[in-house]
């Protein structure tokens, strides 16, 4: 077949034989089979082969897959095959990013299993879920021992590698080869023959550059140079600007109180979303020097501070390849080589390296309660948004743990701060500091209603204040109990919202 | 001061000058102090200086303290000091064997944190809570540099001791002797000094055999003869019984399966309680040889199969020390010293050896949903019965996670199947399978409503299978969204037992 590719991208010459149209590759999909896909959220994910596969169905072959991924993948998977119903499950992880697979969740035509996004990778080992059918990888480059150069998103790609029974390898050119060496990739042993993950500094390598797949087991190459369908990140809005400030407050009182080291921060690990990146923005304007992160994702952020010299190392299982991340990578690929290191995601997201480190967590719910529970996945209880990915890794294994979020959602009808949690994703016993807008409530060493109160008074936005403290005062009053609540009243801002449209009392 | 100590308790002659009374000892003690204890649930707790700080609180003291213990320790403690309103707050955990501090929890007049127990340990040293002011140890012996040699509990003693402004020694001349040497201590490094706990197999020893103390730091000894105030386990019922079966089965079914190693179990972590020992006496007669158990606390069932050959190593940080383990342990103590390692609690619960061994997690709820959550901790989500405890550290690490529990309780009128938990300490995405004595249901990469299909039908009591149906075809019918629920009914099996004393619809 004719191919743009050269032995930049495929180093063995017996590959060039292995190379198909998408079409061809994707026959050997059939219903029912377990597809797994590179990248993790639209990076480092593949394309050709998940739309020449869309197209075959909507012209009637009969084909739903079981869909393992990393977390989120990008619209060549989840638009065309959720378009064409192509999805017959999903693991372990989706954002609400694509509308026809949203749907198809929340109407239960497609089954979704939200799970830790560090425990799926073991669980593919221990046999748990069937064998992995069909990998579909996208690499930068095949080695000549037919090892794979993988991009900007590592996630569960060498699990799925090393489980597959068949392999079709995207090669995509627009991956700067350059980024050769940035991966470390390492596989856990299982039980009982596990020793340590052998990370004790956030920048540590402790596999190899590649993922190790042979000549053999390649089936397909298939080629590609469509960029990743990256989502843009809003710029911070000022209340965005005000919770980074206080998070920042939250960290300098920390290490003046010598509850954190005091020559540098800890590592850091920071969710997804502008949050997030308001955050990452603000720690540039700190006085923080030489910070790290042990993170899941790498967000535009990241490079503007390693490019600003205020971030020494960070280590993810994946960056957000935008053009602004391109455009600044390829001013100095040097500069990033060193300063990144690209993981598994099972390593970034491990219990045992997070909490060794003493990684700071910060995280945003999608609401919690004056208890200290949080959701991160259910509106209203029922309806997923996205999963808890792995926010609860990091959560329950941090050295300090914090969810930041603006008090109120959807223009001020909603309150993120709740009696109960309509869907609870983090129990109270994951979180030492609640951050909104309106300040700083820190539950460490709290009872119950003690609680209560330093949440309502400091994250609580002022409109929904006087609600929260009257509910807090009747089952203070009226129930017996540690974590007083009411079964009759505890959902009734929720339910006020689905019957009104709005939390708030209307006179 | 007389004392019936000698120099095979106390071995440096420097400090019998250190010997006073409990009176003495306690009037260090002053009102707001964070008071540490040794021990962990009624085993290794100090007895004298607690019953003396009491009487002097009785007496007209002032002084209400802040109590930080490994677990629940026994009556000196609680009952003692609990009666004279002597406790202020309480960490990390507790359980309702104490009517009168329960009663105090319940009411809010002690101020209960509940915590993973993995997590107090590194807490106390971060300097989240404060100092330890006082801490109080019961020890078997003293060695001549100083250092403590422990009993049957180890729970957070070394750090309590790393941390603790003044030290209190209460030498229990009732601990055996012959225990020196079962103890391994070890304390993990602050971050970012910390490196990898190396445990690889539950009988690796990686610390010291004592608690490392030195003269200098003891400021008073106590001696006792106060025996360990141990909670007799009732014998299995027949439903206990069944469990045990339904659970045996399921793991040999893992292991037919592939998804469990063929030569051997990996180890096991068994909860406190009657379903615990139930399950324990179920291994015993069942084919599994080699057994080795990495578990919280070693109850009765384990000294029984580790005399019969059928336990080969167990690790805990404490074990049961009723009158039947010290009978079993006096016949013949070499065989239990080399069978057993007692660890910090906060090695024995720790995320990192967990996972890498890869431990089997059986674990007792007060209920679960249909949907995949577990309560630990709240009767009708507001009334402590006992804290979490380490079910999470073990639930959220283990290689195979377990909820085993009766379908109903109080004679049948409470079903422990719900349509959603009225609190919730365990997410869905922690737990791989439940058994009751109704069945098995293993949800494991099962979509919501399929999961709630299959617990009800496996796990739930026939009386209640029918409502709990009703409700799930209900939301099926009338809730969009992944996982239905409606707020406005969720509860109404809660309710209507608070309303009427079952759960049951009244004709």
Chains 1, 2 share one sequence.
């Not at 993948?73 to 999903?90: A, H, M, T």
Request: with cysteine.
């Amino acid at each position: 077949m004719r191919t743009m590719l050269d032995a930049s991208r495929v180093r063995n010459p017996e590959l060039f034989a292995k190379i198909v149209t998408p079409d061809k590759a994707s026959e050997i999909i059939l219903d029912g089979m377990n597809v797994g896909v590179s990248g993790f959220t639209p990076s480092g994910y593949p394309k050709k082969v998940t739309t020449a596969l869309a197209e075959a169905i909507s012209k009637g072959k009969q084909c739903r897959i079981n869909l393992w991924t990393g977390a989120s993948v990008g619209p060549e998977i989840e638009e065309n095959l959720g378009v064409v119903n192509g999805i017959k499950s999903r693991m372990p992880y989706y954002a609400a990013s694509n509308k026809s697979l949203k749907e198809g969740i929340n109407s239960r035509r497609v089954d979704y299993i939200d799970q830790h996004l560090s425990h799926f990778a073991q669980q593919i080992d221990y046999g748990f879920y069937g064998n992995v059918d069909v990998a579909i990888i996208e690499v930068a480059a095949i080695t000549k021992e037919g090892n794979l150069v993988l991009g900007s998103g590592v996630g569960n790609t060498p699990m799925l590698v090393k489980h597959a029974k068949h392999i079709i390898v995207e090669v995509n050119t627009t991956i700067p080869l350059s980024m050769e060496g940035m991966h470390d990739i390492y596989l856990c042993a299982k039980p009982p023959y596990r020793r340590e993950i052998p990370i004790y500094h956030v920048g540590d390598r402790i596999g190899s550059p590649y993922v190790e797949c042979g000549l053999d087991r390649i089936e397909y190459i298939v080629e590609s140079d469509i960029l990743d369908h990256v989502r843009t990140l809003t710029p911070p809005k000022p209340c965005q600007v005000k919770i980074a400030e206080n998070l920042i407050d939250l960290l300098e009182h920390e290490q003046k109180m010598g509850r954190l080291p005091q020559d540098k921060l800890l590592p850091l690990q920071s969710g997804v979303g502008s949050i997030a990146n308001a955050v990452l923005l603000g720690l540039d304007k700190s006085r923080f020097e030489n910070l790290e992160m042990y993170s899941e994702i790498l967000q535009d952020a990241v490079f503007t501070l390693i490019k600003n010299g205020k971030i020494a190392k960070a280590s993810g299982c994946a960056f957000t390849p935008s053009s602004y991340v391109w455009k600044t990578y390829a001013e100095n690929p040097d500069l990033y080589n060193k300063r990144i290191v690209l993981r598994p995601l099972d390593i970034s997201n491990h219990p045992e390296v997070i909490r060794r480190l003493g990684v700071i967590a910060l995280n945003t719910p999608i609401e919690f309660d004056i208890y200290g529970q949080a959701n991160s996945s259910h509106i209203m209880g029922s309806s997923m948004m996205n999963g808890i990915g792995g926010s609860g890794d990091y959560m329950r294994n941090g050295y300090l743990t914090v969810f930041s979020t603006e008090s109120t959602a959807k223009g001020g009808s909603i309150s993120r701060i709740v009696p109960m949690v309509t869907h609870c994703d983090h129990t109270e016993h994951d979180t030492h500091v609640f951050i909104t807008e309106q300040g700083i409530a820190d539950i460490r060493g709290l009872a119950p209603t003690d609680r209560a109160k330093l949440i309502i008074e400091k994250c609580a936005h002022p409109d929904y204040r006087p609600m929260l403290l009257e509910y807090l005062r009747y089952v203070e009053t009226h129930i017996k109990g540690h974590e007083p609540q009411d079964l009759q009243k505890v959902f009734n801002m929720a339910i006020r919202f689905q019957a009104t449209g709005t939390m708030k009392l209307i006179d």
